[in-house]
């Protein structure tokens, strides 16, 4: 059984950085899509950004490009997420997920995904 953990939310002022990591363990053969995900208060889970982690491709929402960068420390089995110039709006919560890539690629969708983590909070305010 896969599992997840992430760390590193918190509370930022516009124009500031977080980084989140996910400690991934359990598995016997890791799955080939990470990504991270969020969650507003009131609205659907949306992706984030998504990796294939065999050929390091990635997949960023058009909202975070230029300002969040994934990375997949596979060594120490840690996906993290770097993110810069945070905007009020990405006040959400984060959660990192993982799963199979049946159409050799790793779709932006929630439902495409079997494990994640418990979240964490990153609020964006002044």
């Known amino acids: 059984q896969v599992q997840l953990a992430e760390s590193g939310g918190g509370s930022v002022q516009p124009g500031g950085s977080l980084r989140l990591s996910c400690a991934v363990s359990?598995?016997?053969?890791?799955?080939?899509?990470m990504g991270w995900f969020r969650q507003a208060s009131g609205k659907e889970r949306e992706g984030v950004v998504t990796?294939?982690?065999?050929?390091?491709?990635?997949h960023y929402a058009d909202f975070v490009k230029g300002r969040f960068s994934i990375s997949l420390d596979i060594a120490n089995n840690t996906l993290y997420l770097q993110m810069n110039s945070l905007k009020p709006e990405d006040t959400a919560f984060y959660y990192c997920?993982?799963?199979?890539?049946?159409?050799?690629?790793?779709?932006?969708?929630?439902?495409?995904?079997?494990?994640w983590g418990q979240g964490t909070q990153v609020t964006v305010s002044s």
């Open positions: 997920a993982a799963g199979p890539d049946p159409r050799g690629y790793c779709p932006p969708f929630p439902r495409d995904y079997d494990y």
């Open positions: 359990g598995y016997i053969n890791r799955p080939n899509c």
């Open positions: 990796i294939h982690a065999p050929i390091a491709s990635t």
